[in-house]
């Protein structure tokens, strides 16, 4: 293959050994991939109970278990519209779906034309029908990619095909809107049946490519005049069976290729532009392996195979050409470095041949040049910020456990919040569809669909539950069989919200021994060194993981990571009869100005009344003992809800947990400290807080 340094092999052995450390290793790969296709999944089953026909694919990095916990890759997120699909000739009409007749623009590989076709029969649209439409000089009436910019939410901004959102401490995301292709266009077909000498892909694996997806995503060609009506055509499901076949150590010369370009390549003085896309990488990885025997791909050769990848992607940057794997006349690189750029990345580029242990020694991502000079026996001292395996491995699946408890929480939330302005009858029915919906997916799916159907079904469940008890209680302050009935049914949906759900509801019918029966359960369950609260309102940032909740995530599945997780408890405005008064506030924390101040959708969890689990179990008990009589334990339940403040820190709803704590201090008499409650939960979230609301009410009382 090349001439090989005697060192080479001891630095390839220790190499892998440093990045089997940072959990770039089989069992962490499959790991990242699990989560990501069970999410992919939730989400899918949520939009189809909705009535939406809309299919949801995680793509990149983070699904295909090709980043590191420091790389902080991207999530691609992938969004296939399926009431709009795209044929390639007319006998692929369908009706009852919007068709679209794909053009193949010649002039641009790569991308296509989108022409309307009506909807009754297979026949072109005459005219334009919007803002989206334009005529071509063919009398052809094309569908614009900006219709996209109709799907971009607040607070997201158009990026190419995507809409892109990215806040402080937080991973960017990339949701694409696609259209699927009924068959593959003729362009990348071409791909499937070619016969070449090389052994990989292999039969097998482009066999199964057939059987994928192709889409056109919302994005025109930079080298194009008709970028406005351009369409990008996309092979990522191809793309991901290609890299799902990829052996440890050529997913590990990607990994490398991409912390390189991070390190040497895309830095500031390039304009801050990325000129060179992991996407780039990923191709020239996968011609480096066409090109080369599979026996070269082996730990004790990876910096030679890193070498041939960096020497590959050289040759691309100096022609101007990377072509893309499955459309050869599609170069990736068109259009996107001028010359002065391409003078400044072969000089980069230069200096990074031959890759050596010299140029990894000066990687910081991951602490990786350090961590490869211990392994060789170059430096003794080990940084203080080194982390060590076994730390990697928890720390990254407690984040993926943390990552599937949040969306089955927003899914669930989105789905109620969209029923917000119907009608009880409604909204139960809505419910029970979805239920239905979710029993019919458990009963004929696969083993991902089960298994999100486990994780979905009980948070409905008790939905269901709470909504029937609210009325129950509005009616005659009682709880109907059949509300019980619901509200069994959904306890096992994590460690605790579900069964204070119960326990609030049995609160406001004034059933105190029962209330206090199932909090006495519930702390039984909720181990607070292993326990980890969960938000999934918001972008809560968790801070850290409890090494408990670590340490049991790498010996659960994800099917399981709910035994150990406490979501925050959530009533909804139609629930507010099973809430007690204190926490009946925060329906009403915003004043007209802090409308105004809320940031869009992803705040509208606000008008909710929201707590995390741990501190309403303790508020809860507090009040349960004293409608009991029962001093002692009314004030050891006032202490723990202290010391919740004090010790944890993954507290998502720290600002409600305090004015809960304040309104206990105004019960004892001392409205000094009830006082400086509020006021620390205003410094936690200065609007949009009922904090102002108990500041004066506190005030008032203490007045008079």
């Given at each position: 293959?090349?001439?090989?340094?005697?060192?080479?092999?001891?630095?390839?052995?220790?190499?892998?050994?440093?990045?089997?450390?940072?959990?770039?290793?089989?069992?962490?790969?499959?790991?990242?991939?699990?989560?990501?296709?069970?999410?992919?999944?939730?989400?899918?089953?949520?939009?189809?109970?909705?009535?939406?026909?809309?299919?949801?694919?995680?793509?990149?990095?983070?699904?295909?278990g090709t980043t590191t916990q420091r790389l902080k890759s991207d999530i691609d997120i992938l969004c296939s519209d399926n009431d709009n699909i795209v044929i390639q000739d007319w006998s692929e009409w369908t009706p009852g779906k919007h068709n679209h007749l794909m053009i193949q623009n010649e002039t641009?590989?790569?991308?296509?034309?989108?022409?309307?076709?009506?909807?009754?029969?297979?026949?072109?649209?005459?005219?334009?029908?919007?803002?989206?439409?334009?005529?071509?000089?063919?009398?052809?009436?094309?569908?614009?990619?900006?219709?996209?910019?109709?799907?971009?939410?607040?607070?997201?901004?158009?990026?190419?095909?995507?809409?892109a959102s990215a806040k402080p401490g937080f991973l960017a995301s990339d949701a694409v809107i696609a259209f699927p292709c009924i068959s593959w266009p003729k362009s990348s077909r071409a791909w499937l049946h070619q016969q070449e000498i090389n052994i990989w892909p292999t039969a097998e694996m482009k066999r199964y490519a057939t059987t994928t997806k192709c889409f056109v995503v919302g994005v025109g060609s930079k080298v194009s005049e008709n970028a406005a009506f351009e369409w990008r055509i996309s092979t990522s499901l191809a793309e991901r069976c290609l890299m799902f076949n990829l052996n440890l150590t050529q997913i590990r010369c990607y990994i490398l290729m991409k912390i390189i370009l991070k390190t040497y390549i895309n830095v500031e003085n390039l304009d801050n532009e990325s000129y060179i896309s992991s996407f780039m990488c990923k191709t020239v990885l996968f011609y480096c392996i066409a090109s080369k025997p599979t026996s070269v791909w082996k730990e004790c050769n990876i910096l030679n195979c890193l070498s041939f990848c960096i020497q590959t992607l050289k040759r691309c940057i100096l022609e101007g050409n990377c072509p893309h794997f499955f459309d050869h006349e599609n170069n990736l690189m068109a259009g996107k470095i001028s010359t002065v750029v391409k003078r400044q990345l072969l000089e980069r580029m230069s200096n990074l041949i031959p890759c050596n242990g010299i140029l990894l020694f000066g990687i910081q991502i991951d602490n990786l040049g350090e961590r490869l000079q211990i392994k060789l026996n170059m430096i003794n001292e080990v940084h203080h910020d080194i982390c060590q395996p076994n730390e990697y491995n928890m720390d990254i699946t407690a984040g993926l456990s943390i990552f599937t408890v949040v969306d089955i929480s927003r899914n669930h939330y989105e789905l109620i919040h969209s029923t917000k302005d119907k009608s009880l009858e409604m909204k139960l029915k809505i419910l029970l569809h979805i239920l239905l919906h979710l029993t019919r997916y458990y009963r004929d799916g696969d083993k991902l669909e089960?298994?999100?159907?486990?994780?979905?079904?009980?948070?409905?469940?008790?939905?269901?539950?709470?909504?029937?008890?609210?009325?129950?209680?509005?009616?005659?302050?009682?709880?109907?069989?059949?509300?019980?009935?619901?509200?069994?049914?959904?306890?096992?949906?994590?460690?605790a919200s579900s069964r204070l759900k119960q326990a609030s509801i049995m609160y406001c019918t004034g059933d105190m021994e029962r209330v206090a029966f199932i909090l006495s359960h519930i702390e039984e369950q909720y181990n607070t060194e292993v326990t980890e609260p969960v938000c999934g309102c918001y972008n809560f940032h968790h801070t850290s993981f409890k090494r408990g909740?670590?340490?049991?995530?790498?010996?659960?599945?994800?099917?399981?990571?709910?035994?150990?997780?406490?979501?925050?408890?959530?009533?909804?405005?139609?629930?507010?009869?099973?809430?007690?008064?204190?926490?009946?506030?925060?329906?009403?924390?915003?004043?007209?100005?802090?409308?105004?101040?809320?940031?869009?959708?992803?705040?509208?969890?606000?008008?909710?009344?929201?707590?995390?689990?741990?501190?309403?179990?303790?508020?809860?008990?507090?009040?349960?003992?004293?409608?009991?009589?029962?001093?002692?334990?009314?004030?050891?339940?006032?202490?723990?809800?202290?010391?919740?403040?004090?010790?944890?820190?993954?507290?998502?709803?720290?600002?409600?947990?305090?004015n809960l704590l304040g309104q206990c201090m105004e019960q004892e008499n001392r409205p000094v400290d009830a006082l400086q409650y509020y006021m620390l939960s205003l410094r936690h979230r200065e609007r949009n807080n009922a904090a102002k609301i108990h500041i004066c009410m506190c005030l008032a009382n203490t007045i008079s």
């Open positions: 293959m090349f001439h090989t340094p005697d060192y080479y092999h001891n630095t390839s052995m220790r190499l892998s050994e440093v990045l089997d450390d940072i959990a770039v290793n089989e069992n962490m790969v499959m790991k990242r991939r699990r989560a990501a296709l069970l999410k992919e999944t939730i989400d899918t089953i949520t939009h189809r109970a909705d009535g939406k026909q809309v299919t949801v694919y995680h793509l990149g990095s983070r699904s295909e641009t590989p790569g991308y296509c034309l989108l022409q309307e076709l009506r909807d009754d029969a297979p026949l072109p649209v005459p005219h334009e029908m919007g803002n989206y439409f334009v005529k071509d000089t063919s009398g052809r009436i094309l569908c614009t990619n900006t219709i996209i910019d109709a799907a971009v939410f607040e607070g997201e901004q158009r990026q190419g095909p995507s809409a089960k298994t999100a159907c486990r994780l979905l079904a009980p948070l409905y469940c008790t939905s269901i539950g709470s909504l029937i008890a609210s009325q129950n209680i509005q009616i005659n302050r009682t709880v109907s069989p059949q509300a019980l009935t619901w509200l069994e049914a959904g306890q096992d949906s994590d460690v909740f670590g340490q049991l995530c790498c010996q659960y599945d994800e099917a399981e990571v709910k035994y150990i997780a406490a979501l925050c408890v959530r009533f909804f405005p139609a629930e507010v009869n099973c809430v007690p008064h204190e926490l009946q506030y925060e329906m009403f924390r915003s004043t007209r100005e802090d409308l105004l101040h809320r940031g869009g959708r992803d705040n509208d969890w606000m008008d909710c009344a929201v707590v995390d689990s741990l501190p309403y179990l303790y508020f809860l008990q507090y009040k349960a003992y004293g409608n009991l009589q029962r001093p002692e334990e009314q004030q050891q339940a006032l202490n723990k809800l202290m010391w919740v403040f004090r010790k944890e820190c993954n507290l998502g709803h720290r600002e409600t947990a305090l």
